[in-house]
T-cell receptor, first 112, second 114 residues
Framework: NAGVMQNPRHLVRRRGQEARLRCSPM?????VYWYRQLPEEGLKFMVY????????ESGMPKERFSAEFPKEGPSILRIQQVVRGDSAAYFC??????????FGSGTRLTVV | GENVEQHPSTLSVQEGDSAVIKCTYS??????FPWYKQELGKRPQLIID?????GEKKDQRIAVTLNKTAKHFSLHITETQPEDSAVYFC?????????????FGKGMKLTVNP
């Protein structure tokens, strides 16, 4: 089992560009969560998805951010028109029904 | 609202000493409390967890206790080693309208001095 796979590991974008972060959950896991971690800070919940459904997006900024988990393929976190304040580590986690989280290695986004 | 408080934010101990990290949570309905260890530049990794039907759980040098009445839970590390140095996060589950997610504390940086 390859675990939770995130790519890319590092992503550099200029202000105004789009960032796409991908997450493939562990085999057998049907729940995907995205968290953002700023330097020296904790993990902030962004969104919880199941296949083709957004279950809870209460932590997502109202503009520029979107997430999906299609029937086929990885979950995508999309950030449009990135700004410097979007620079952070973005972690994806997956879980089975009623189970604990397994985190991916994260994508470190730097906006220049 | 959903909130998990963690303290202290930093702790420095000598190798062989014990370390204790304390967390409180706001939602009395929370029923799952995991602890994660994150080394610099790496992913958070689950080290131990406890569910609300249990008051204490131990795994070698690590133990977790839960007081549901007071909404407190704690991580205890005994006989600390330099490789225990990392940031430790507590978390509590929150169920909102059928959506169960983990809310994390801000983390505690543990330094174990040889």
């Amino acid at each position: 089992n390859a675990g939770v796979m995130q790519n890319p590991r590092h992503l550099v974008r200029r202000r105004g560009q789009e960032a796409r972060l991908r997450c493939s959950p562990m085999k057998g896991h049907s729940h995907v969560y995205w968290y953002r971690q700023l330097p020296e800070e904790g993990l902030k919940f962004m969104v919880y998805l199941q296949k083709e459904n957004i279950i809870d997006e209460s932590g997502m900024p109202k503009e520029r951010f979107s997430a999906e988990f299609p029937k086929e393929g990885p979950s995508i976190l999309r950030i449009q028109q990135v700004v410097r304040g979007d620079s952070a580590a973005y972690f994806c986690a997956s879980s089975p029904v009623g189970g604990g989280y397994t985190f991916g290695s994260g994508t470190r986004l730097t906006v220049v | 609202g959903e909130n998990v408080e963690q303290h202290p934010s930093t702790l420095s101990v000598q190798e062989g000493d014990s370390a204790v990290i304390k967390c409180t949570y706001s939602d009395s309905a929370s029923n799952y409390f995991p602890w994660y260890k994150q080394e610099l530049g790496k992913r958070p990794q689950l080290i131990i967890d406890i569910r609300s039907n249990v008051g204490e759980k131990k795994d070698q040098r690590i133990a977790v206790t839960l007081n549901k009445t007071a909404k407190h839970f704690s991580l205890h590390i005994t006989e600390t080693q330099p490789e225990d140095s990392a940031v430790y996060f507590c978390a509590a589950s929150f169920d909102q309208g059928g959506s169960e997610k983990l809310v994390f504390g801000k983390g505690m940086k543990l330094t174990v001095n040889p």
